[in-house]
T-cell receptor, first 113, second 111 residues
């Protein structure tokens, strides 16, 4: 059974700082890993999807990496801004009968002006 | 615009009164699923559907029903809601093992 863990649960940084959010998963037979952003009480916005055959994906100031052998993914945010404040969730799709997306509990990021 | 829609967005109801939350996607996705999100527990899958007329239980299916009569629609049915079903509900869809898209969420309160 796939388990996804995100550390830290909360992170506060000053504006302009580069930061890394961590995600670990227990089942290395992962098909893909997706990073989401969630604003308070709102829906999930997909940020990046990394397929198992890929090592990283980039979109603007965001870069996500995937290391299946170590069971880890990281989301790098460059030059953070107050508008980046949100909860960031990682989720992976594993095999089995379901191919469901298993979520971590998220990292609450606060970027202070 | 490619999207997943849910209705209603907010619902307050009473114990035992049957309700349906609708979900529709316009991307011709085969795979659809429902999640609930609770503080401290994160997002948990309730039911999923691999295609029309193919549905199965997720991790927390008790108290819920679903149907998939058309590819675009995947309603979530609570036959007799209870207070422990108060939660934020999300519908999602994808094709194959591609990016999963989520609806805007339905905040349900059962009194």
């Amino acid at each position: 059974k796939q388990e996804v863990t995100q550390i830290p649960a909360a992170l506060s940084v000053p504006e302009g700082e580069n930061l890394v959010l961590n995600c670990s998963f227990t089942d290395s037979a992962i098909y893909n890993l997706q990073w989401f952003r969630q604003d308070p009480g709102k829906g999930l916005t997909s940020l990046l999807l990394i397929q198992s055959s890929q090592r990283e994906q980039t979109s603007g100031r965001l870069n996500a990496s995937l290391d299946k052998s170590s069971g880890r993914s990281t989301l790098y945010i460059a030059a953070s801004q107050p508008g980046d404040s949100a909860t960031y969730l990682c989720a992976g799709v594993s095999g089995g009968s379901n191919y469901k997306l298993t979520f971590g509990k998220g990292t609450l990021l606060t970027v202070n002006p | 615009e490619a999207q997943v829609t849910q209705n209603p967005r907010y619902l307050i109801t009473v114990t035992g009164k049957k309700l349906t939350v609708t979900c529709s996607q316009n991307m011709n996705h085969e795979y659809m699923s429902w999640y609930r999100q609770d503080p401290g527990l994160g997002l948990r899958q309730i039911y999923y559907s691999m295609n029309v007329e193919v549905t199965d239980k997720g991790d927390v299916p008790e108290g819920y029903k679903v149907s998939r009569k058309e590819k675009r629609n995947f309603p979530l049915i609570l036959e007799s809601p209870s207070p422990n079903q108060t939660s934020l509900y999300f519908c999602a869809s994808r094709v194959g093992l591609s990016e999963q898209f989520f609806g805007p969420g339905t905040r349900l309160t059962v009194l």
